[in-house]
């Protein structure tokens, strides 16, 4: 079945560490999003791509790193730089092509904790 | 800038209709999507908005009006299962396709 994978489900990390999370598609996008969920908050853009090897910052990019190596994966780094990292992490994917536009899958989704 | 205003919560009874309203005011427009997000879970997609009017899908319902920069999502005979938080969502101009989204509103349906 086509469709987005996110992992790990939960992580914690430790003050002071870097980790990454992991997202793969096999839906043939070219687009790719990582987006940030805080409590009664709507989701907030961290980074986005729209090609193989080609990424851009979103709103709230300071603290992330990203790569896009390969059309299927678009990991996440969440940084020691990043003062409050503790919340609901989504990867999405879309069309990049397709007119009109459709519609963004997202994966199920990294609660990520700092302990 | 970008801004999208909706309700933070709002409360229904099983069976009834509600409508969950959106406004927005963004850089552009190429289009809104209302989203379903159960607690802890993936957003799901309920509708896409391009053009002005109604669209129907099922239970689900959304409206759209450009000029007044206003949509909403109508759902109707409510189910427990509604009881989720819904997104709104648009697309700003431009060729990227990154959506903007608001804080999402909180539908609790009562029995």
């Known amino acids: 079945d086509g469709g987005i994978t996110q992992s790990p489900k939960y992580l914690f990390r430790k003050e002071g560490q870097n980790v990454t999370l992991s997202c793969e598609q096999n839906l043939n996008h070219d687009a790719m999003y990582w987006y940030r969920q805080d409590p009664g908050q709507g989701l907030r853009l961290i980074y986005y791509?729209?090609?193989?090897?080609?990424?851009q910052k979103g709103d709230i990019a300071e603290g992330y790193s990203v790569s896009r190596e390969k059309k299927e994966s678009f990991p996440l780094t969440v940084t020691s730089a990043q003062k409050n990292p503790t919340a609901f992490y989504l990867c999405?994917?879309?069309?990049?092509?397709?007119?009109?536009?459709?519609?963004?899958?997202f994966g199920q989704g990294t609660r990520l904790t700092v302990v | 800038g970008q801004n999208i205003d909706q309700p933070t919560e709002m409360t229904a009874t099983e069976g009834a209709i509600v409508q969950i309203n959106c406004t927005y005011q963004?850089?552009?427009?190429?289009?809104l999507f209302w989203y379903q997000q159960h607690a802890g879970e993936a957003p799901t997609f309920l509708s896409y908005n391009v053009l002005d009017g109604l669209e129907e899908k099922g239970r689900f319902s959304s409206f759209l009006s450009r000029s007044k920069g206003y949509s909403y999502l109508l759902l109707k005979e409510l189910q427990m299962k509604d009881s989720a938080s819904y997104l709104c969502a648009v697309v700003p101009s431009g060729s990227a396709r990154q959506l903007t989204f608001g804080s999402g509103t909180q539908l609790t349906v009562l029995p």
């Open positions: 791509s729209q090609i193989v090897n080609d990424f």
């Open positions: 999405a994917s879309s069309d990049g092509a397709a007119r009109p536009y459709t519609e963004a899958f």
């Open positions: 963004t850089s552009g427009f190429n289009g």
